[in-house]
């Protein structure tokens, strides 16, 4: 195109739409070449539509103890017991106290909001987050979907994944191995499923 440079963007996070422009190449200090981005790995997200209504209410309101599945003795616990907003959800040893007790309530259409029982809060997605590793935090209930979680029934007794309704990404530990047992106080987040 003589001193003119054709550039076709893809917008991912927005439109996901194509567009081309024309520049001068003197508008330019250089050049990227993206290789092979189709081949980035996909985040496995739940359809959240689809998956409430075939769960629906899989679970009682009440009063629970959300343990790891892999390893029951460590619970999922408010960081030092806070009551402030943004105060982080971590998983640590599983005790008895309020600090580890949630009221799981029933909102309808298969969604459910998680109340710690201390506090009277809600476990929340930071700021909304879509993103596979957002922050789990403790958060007044506004009634945003950062708050509603699908609890989904998974092959064994008693054992669900919590679902965020704003990501269809699920309840986790970041560096989620846990064949070494994890450390207490890890940070717990919103990741994609892992398998699938």
């Known amino acids: 195109m003589g001193d003119n440079v054709e550039i ?42 689809k998956l409430a ?14 343990v790891l599945a892999a ?13 402030k907003n943004g105060t982080n959800i971590q998983l640590y040893k599983n ?26 809060k809600v476990l929340d997605v930071e700021a909304g987050s879509k993103s596979n590793g957002a922050n789990v935090q403790l958060f007044d209930d506004n009634g945003s979907e950062a708050q509603q979680w699908i609890i989904k029934p998974v092959a064994g007794e008693n054992t669900f994944e919590i679902v965020s309704r704003r990501s269809g990404l699920v309840l986790d530990v970041t560096g989620g191995n846990f064949v070494n047992r994890v450390r207490q106080g890890s940070r717990s987040a919103v990741y994609r499923r892992y398998g699938r």
């Not at 003795?73 to 408010?78: A, E, K, N, Y």
């Not at 309020?98 to 506090?119: D, E, F, P, R």
């Open 71 to 83: 390893d029951p003795s460590l619970g999922v616990d408010v960081a030092g017991l806070s009551t």
């Open 8 to 49: 076709e963007e893809y917008n991912y996070g927005y439109t996901h739409n194509y567009h081309r422009r024309v520049a001068h190449k003197s508008a330019f200090t250089g050049y990227i070449h993206f290789k092979d981005l189709a081949t980035a790995p996909a985040i496995n997200r739940y359809n959240v539509e």
């Open 95 to 120: 005790t008895s106290d309020l600090n580890h007790v949630y009221t799981v309530v029933y909102l309808g259409n298969g969604y459910y909001k998680l109340v710690h029982k201390y506090s009277k």
């Open 53 to 66: 209504t075939q769960t629906g209410q899989s679970l009682s309101g009440g009063d629970y103890h959300i």
